[in-house]
């Protein structure tokens, strides 16, 4: 008697069972709709509009917000006025300044706060909570209401007219104090601390190998914002600084005449000094978005 091999089923022949079939998620291959890119565009042009109705009317000469119909175009202009900034102001002496103030002061805000952030964010001392509202709370104060006192004080120690009367005010901000504040206490696990603490480490040893790495992110963030608004500064230099040894925006401020501004020559100058921050964009920006990606995920 002959038996019939009953034929073994492969796996092409077996149906794939959907409940063990993992699911997709919902959202892993969905692209962005036209909503989307539609907002990013207009988002885009918000942006880009400002720089190109700047550097429209500093390619034409002063007679440009005269004419009909206006000019959406470029002209030729913008080397000529260009060259006429160079020659009224003392523009490469002033962006020195902006350059030695604005990395100063961005430098010292950055390590400050971090010291400053750790202290309030992991360690116990007494008094921690309404010191660090203490801190909070100075934000609230115009920038205006000291002004007196505090160019009062340059003027005792001699500093007018100094870019020392710039600097050291800006060494420190509540702004940056707050901010890596709130960091550090989500980004340096206090058991992590504690283990530096048991191997002998001492406390600003541990600050800089554990707190500083982790505040990475933080800190680069909060130097680029402390640059811009430091390069951007017109009230307080224009006050203890004066035409003598001024900063960047200072200076620009020459161009405006008395009785007639020439808005070709002046937004031509406010070109030449958005370059800088410009470059620090490109160049910083790939490093900074990394860095803010890194330190968002979580291990």
Not at 113 to 137: D, E, M, N, Q, W
Not at 172 to 199: H, N
Not at 254 to 282: E, K, N, R, W
Request: hydrophobic share 55%; aromatic share 12%; charged share 10%.
């Amino acid at each position: 008697m002959t038996t019939t091999p009953v034929p073994v089923p492969t796996q092409a022949d077996v149906a794939p069972d959907p409940r063990r079939t993992p699911r997709r998620s919902r959202g892993a291959d969905r692209r962005p709709g036209w909503i989307v890119y539609g907002l990013l565009g207009a988002v885009l042009a918000g942006s880009v509009f400002p720089l190109w109705w700047s550097f429209l009317i500093a390619s034409h000469d002063s007679t440009v917000l005269t004419r009909t119909p206006f000019p959406v175009l470029p002209g030729g202009n913008f080397l000529a006025n260009a060259a006429t900034v160079f020659d009224t102001v003392e523009f490469w002496r002033a962006t020195l300044n902006s350059v030695i103030v604005s990395t100063t002061v961005s430098v010292s805000v950055v390590f400050f706060s971090t010291l400053a952030g750790y202290a309030f964010a992991k360690l116990r001392f007494r008094g921690s909570g309404p010191l660090l509202i203490f801190v909070i709370a100075t934000m609230a104060i115009p920038t205006q209401l000291g002004v007196v006192p505090l160019y009062q004080v340059m003027a005792a120690l001699g500093w007018t007219g100094e870019l020392s009367a710039v600097i050291v005010p800006g060494l420190v901000t509540a702004f940056g104090v707050f901010w890596m504040t709130q960091f550090l206490s989500q980004a340096v696990p206090t058991e992590l601390i504690e283990a530096a603490r048991v191997d002998g480490a001492s406390m600003f040893r541990t600050f800089w190998h554990v707190g500083v790495p982790a505040a990475r992110p933080a800190a680069a963030m909060l130097g680029l914002f402390t640059f811009v608004a430091t390069w951007t500064n017109f009230f307080w230099p224009f006050i203890v600084l004066g035409p003598s040894n001024p900063t960047l925006p200072v200076a620009l401020q020459q161009l405006q005449a008395a009785h007639f501004v020439d808005y070709s020559l002046v937004l031509a100058g406010a070109m030449l000094a958005t370059v800088p921050l410009l470059i620090l964009f490109v160049v910083a920006g790939r490093q900074l978005v990394s860095g803010i990606m890194q330190g968002a995920v979580k291990q």
